[in-house]
């Protein structure tokens, strides 16, 4: 097992290119996700990417790769899945010659991997999906004995289409919502042209502030948030973009938007807005999820991720459940008690660990974009992030 700090995006293509052919489970672990993250993120807070890679034996190939965010909060050292603050995917980016191995061998090499990540007092690995992407998530083996009491929603788009609908009835009342959107100008569209999205995404964000201090709530980092969104629409590649997708009027106002990051045959939700409560009775945040699907479908996509969380609305629009686990390692005594902490945090909160099926219901930890989406209808504005 070896480990490369990163300094400079050409070193993180030059790894990973090392790998061979390979299509990544997650656009998160791309290069050009991972480029962006350390050119706004990391050069902001002075966290470090690290990508920890395991080599073949007998050849000295590259088998699979894990990039990791250092950081340092409140005296702990911490080592995070890179951008988990932006996504749901904890996952490896794998190559050829790995998925060729026999099942123990992969088993051992995502091992030595997982156990190759010292130097810090807690090792946090979140939202490990068991599939992602219609692929094998081999980190998932590894973790699934530790913490596999949550899950992730992801729709598989080609038997999703309008015809197979699970619930027509929710599906025709959110067309009518729509159709009252449009009689007063509103539409859903792409905004595709570089200045449009730049000037999007900035609205987005403040939305997204607005509704937290609302709530008095913490209120996110937007600077940090918006540089990363830029640097992503900046550097688009041939197989990854940050999608930018609203309901809007004519002169620009928006309803309801959100930001998808695609990557090959997947989209993943990263952030949503909506505007204030005079909106709720339209359902803008619902009404923009369906159109999303029929936007990710005739785009090609082949699955839309709705992220971590166990909501029924998710299912209602035709999600599949997929059972996903945490891994988190103390490496420390200091690590062993925030564990214990955390631990008891959570029983205080009488979570106890449990995914919530309510409608609507607040969650207290980190919620994703397409998980906030009810909520914010109920609510009157937004939740994301």
Known sequence: MTRQEISCPCEISNLLQRLGTTAEISPF????FLSALLASCCASTGDKLEIYSVTSERNGTVLLALPVVRSSRYGARRADIAGRDYCDISAPVISDSFRSLPS?????AMRSLVNGIEGCDLLRLRNIPQVTNGQSNPLYSVASGTDATTCQYTMHLATQSPEHRPNRSAYKEYEVKYRKLTERSYR??????TPSRLRVIGALLRLREESFRLRGMPIP???????????????????NRLHVLVISNGDGDIVSGAALVGGGNNVNGS???ISGPEWKRYSP???LILKIQDWAREKGFAYLNFGAGDQAYKEKFGALRVPAAHLVLPRSLLGQGYVMAASLRSRMAGKDGATSRSKGALIATRTTAMTAALQMDQAGYLIAL
């Open 29 to 32: 672990q791309s290069v050009w």
């Open 221 to 239: 980092d937007a600077a940090q948030a918006e540089a990363l969104y830029h640097h992503l629409i900046l550097q688009d590649d041939p197989h």
């Open 271 to 273: 952030l949503i807005g």
């Open 188 to 193: 859903f569209r792409e905004v595709l042209d």
């Open 104 to 108: 123990k061998e992969q088993d051992a």
């Open 285 to 287: 945040g619902m009404v």
